[in-house]
């Protein structure tokens, strides 16, 4: 079997890269760099644990994992997004946090369940289905925290009552007990918003930087949340294709695309602040995947 019959079987089962490396032992650092193509030539104990994980249908099922049919299907939200994500070689799957063993895994998870997790499960809550967060990569924070120390400067120069955070702050973005995301990088101008050491309601700006493993959901599901919860303005940062979309959410406005050498305007400060989407590029080219 080739790897391109595995990625094409991986995909239609919805298996992620934890899932099998839980099934086959394989470290999911290396599951990664096959299937995205990276590792050329797999060693021959490796080709022969995933060829006999792959030939059975039923593989992953066994062990209660999700393998795509309709009676293990992954959750979904309300929108009907299912979490299955890209293969990369630099970031991990996102995909659902699986109920424990024993588990109802039709179950809407809450802000208590989101609370009980361990200190170091990094997810979001969305729906009350969880998404587990891989650590970002170097160039993926240098450019969140890039554009934040930007707007910092700018709110403590003019003095305004807007400020901005960067990752990880909870965000109650529905003021439910079904939904927290943790946006790259966002600003708030009601500071009446700030409760229970997290911020209750939508914010008024929200920067998204994209990866392989979270481009659906910030391009589908989480642009639904943020229009519908009231986000002003909405960027997505594509560092790889040195592109940013913006979304003018308060007026319903068309998305703007910016490119490589543009100065994109925060219109929620009526354009009194520009990023340069040059010196930021320039800033951080140097920690960027070869294309």
């Known amino acids: 079997m080739t790897i391109d019959e595995m990625n094409r079987i991986k995909i239609e089962r919805g298996y992620t890269n934890q899932m099998i490396s839980e099934r086959t032992g394989i ?15 797999p060693r021959a104990a490796t080709i022969q644990a995933l060829t006999s994980l792959f030939l059975s249908p039923d593989s992953l099922s066994s062990s209660g994992e999700n393998t795509g049919s309709a009676d293990h299907a992954a959750p979904q939200n309300s929108s009907g997004y299912h979490a299955a994500a890209a293969d990369d070689s630099i970031v991990q799957e996102e995909a659902p946090a699986w109920p424990a063993e024993g588990e109802n895994h039709d179950k809407r998870y809450t802000i208590s369940d989101y609370i009980a997790l361990p200190e170091e499960r990094r997810v979001e809550l969305i729906d009350g289905v969880f998404y587990d967060m891989t650590a970002p990569t170097t160039f993926h924070q240098a450019a969140a925290g890039w554009i934040y120390a930007r707007f910092l400067n700018f709110v403590q120069e003019n003095k305004g009552s807007c400020y901005p955070f960067i990752a990880p702050v909870d965000v109650q973005l529905d003021q439910d007990d079904y939904t927290i995301v943790q946006p790259d990088v966002m600003i708030l101008c009601d500071r009446e918003k700030l409760k229970f050491s997290r911020i209750y309601g939508a914010t008024d700006f929200i920067l998204e930087v994209l990866s392989p493993s979270t481009r659906k959901k910030d391009l589908t599901l989480k642009l ?32 703007k695309l910016y490119g490589e050498n543009d100065e994109v305007p925060v219109l929620i400060w009526d354009g009194r602040c520009k990023i340069s989407l ?14």
């Open 224 to 255: 639904s949340k943020y229009t519908n919860a009231g986000v002003r303005e909405y960027w997505l940062l594509d560092p790889v294709k040195k592109q940013l979309v913006q979304y003018d959410l308060e007026h319903l406005e068309m998305p």
């Open 278 to 291: 040059k010196d930021l590029f320039n800033e951080i080219s140097f920690m960027l995947p070869e294309k």
């Open 27 to 41: 470290p999911v650092s290396t599951l990664q760099k096959i299937f995205s193509g990276k590792t050329k030539a």
